[in-house]
């Protein structure tokens, strides 16, 4: 077993761990050492079964797999956590590779693409679907492509809340970080957008990049 790669899936979804399950199962660089149906689970199984990677949902019940990646990798900075979810839209890939997941997959991967990433993951490399890549692309020329204020017309809040979506962090988990109603979070966001003539979260994180308010 030296040298096979420990994993943990965490996934609120029966059907979807069981297939993880077969698909490790049938390659012997891998292992799968313990399951998770929620990110409230993740660090105690990660401190029980010590994984190498761990294979994480982003949708889940109770804690999503945004706040349970920061969790492992506050358990151990060293563990790497590849997404694995339904989601291709580039904004949500964003949020849970800037909370520190290494890569990001999407459930129509074949069996050897999931194992594949979650070696290459092992070995330090940053995975992401072709999909996903194809969207970063798209929303980074739009965004360069679209007129830039000369001036960032923006106050300190507005300032703050670029600040924490490009640490990741959830509309209700910016209103909490701030002590702002949710609202007040979507009507500001919604004025960036309209502001910087963008549409999505991506393309406020690259603008703000661009104006020098943040660095990736």
């Not at 994480?56 to 990646?69: C, P, Y």
């Not at 693409?113 to 999909?131: C, K, L, M």
């Not at 204020?149 to 703050?160: C, G, H, I, K």
Request: charged share 25%; aromatic share 4%; glycine share 4%.
């Amino acid at each position: 077993m030296a040298g096979v790669v420990r994993v943990l899936v965490v996934d609120d979804e029966a059907l979807v761990r069981h297939a993880l399950r077969v698909f490790i199962s049938d390659d012997d660089r891998v292992t799968l050492v313990g399951e998770a149906t929620d990110g409230s689970e993740v660090v105690d199984a990660c401190r029980t079964v010590k994984p190498d990677v761990v294979v994480m949902d982003i949708k889940m019940h109770e804690i999503s797999g945004i706040e349970a990646t920061r969790r492992v990798l506050q358990w151990n900075p060293r563990c790497r956590v590849l997404a694995l979810t339904t989601f291709t839209t580039e904004w949500r890939a964003l949020e849970i590779l800037r909370a520190g997941a290494c890569g990001y997959l999407v459930k129509n991967s074949t069996p050897e693409q999931i194992v594949d990433a979650i070696v290459a993951a092992h070995a330090g490399d940053r995975v992401v679907s072709p999909e996903v890549q194809e969207r970063f692309v798209r929303s980074a020329i739009e965004a360069h492509d679209s007129p830039v204020p000369e001036t960032p017309a923006l106050s300190d809040r507005e300032r703050r809340i670029i600040e924490l979506i490009a640490q990741g962090l959830s509309n209700a988990e910016v209103a909490e970080a701030l002590h702002y109603a949710e609202g007040t979070v979507k009507a500001d966001i919604r004025h960036i957008n309209h502001l910087w003539n963008v549409e999505n979260r991506l393309q406020i994180v690259l603008r703000a990049t661009e104006f020098g308010i943040i660095s990736l």
